[in-house]
């Protein structure tokens, strides 16, 4: 049974300019979720996909966007990096919106420089 | 919820012994969830265990039970019979609200558990 898979595991990116992360939700799994984990906190929620549409949104600018395909995978985009953007970024899938339990991936570390 | 607290931001434990974790809480709804999510150094989020509000049964899974207060709006975890793969960050964690099609999670801030060989 295949988990979250996310991709790269490490990523160096300078001040200003645009990243893109991906995701692959669990096996069966049709609701992506995107968290923000700065150094010692706990994750903030960034935003939900569930039908390729956002759903739910946490508190980020619209630098942070999104994408979900056809086969659920989602992709995070950051545009014009700051060095406040530098953190964990994990994502999350479940079945559906009203499943409460959801199974986490290895994380997206980024480095702003 | 809306707010979740931890305040113990580290916590320590002797192999094979107890340590218990506290959590609080805010929330104005009736019925809820609640979880307890480890992350080791590997940084996976792993689901430790989970509680139903309306559940007056506290929740086990072997090793690790909770101590849910909901009047207290309190939900420590027990670690017992603590091993050294129990190393690790503990998040306690609830959706932000129980509209339908809202499961995205509510984290408090976290506890650094170490244990000692």
């Known amino acids: 049974d295949a988990g979250v898979t996310q991709s790269p595991t490490h990523l160096i990116k300078t001040r200003g300019q645009q990243v893109t992360l991906r995701c692959s939700p669990k096996s069966g799994h049709d609701t992506v979720s995107w968290y923000q984990q700065a150094l010692g906190q706990g994750p903030q929620f960034i935003f939900q996909y569930y039908e390729e549409e956002e759903r739910q949104r946490g508190n980020f600018p619209d630098r942070f966007s999104g994408h979900q395909f056809p086969n659920y995978s989602s992709e995070l985009n950051v545009n014009a990096l700051l060095l406040g953007d530098s953190a964990l970024y994990l994502c999350?899938?479940?079945?559906?919106?009203?499943?409460?339990?959801?199974?986490f991936g290895p994380g997206t570390r980024l480095t702003v420089t | 919820a809306q707010t979740v607290t931890q305040s113990q931001p580290e916590m320590s434990v002797q192999e094979a012994e107890t340590v218990t974790l506290s959590c609080t809480y805010d929330t104005s709804e009736s019925d809820y969830y609640l979880f307890w999510y480890k992350q080791p150094p590997s940084r996976q989020m792993i689901l430790v265990i989970r509680q139903e509000a309306y559940k007056q049964q506290n929740a086990t899974e072997n090793r690790f039970s909770v101590n849910f207060q909901k009047a207290a709006k309190s939900f420590s975890l027990k670690i017992s019979d603590s091993q050294l793969g129990d190393a690790a960050m503990y998040f306690c964690?609830?959706?932000?609200?129980?509209?339908?099609?809202?499961?995205?999670?509510?984290f408090g801030t976290g506890t650094r558990l170490t244990v000692i060989p």
């Open positions: 964690a609830s959706p932000r609200t129980h509209q339908t099609g809202a499961n995205n999670l509510f």
């Open positions: 999350a899938s479940s079945l559906g919106q009203a499943d409460y339990e959801q199974y």
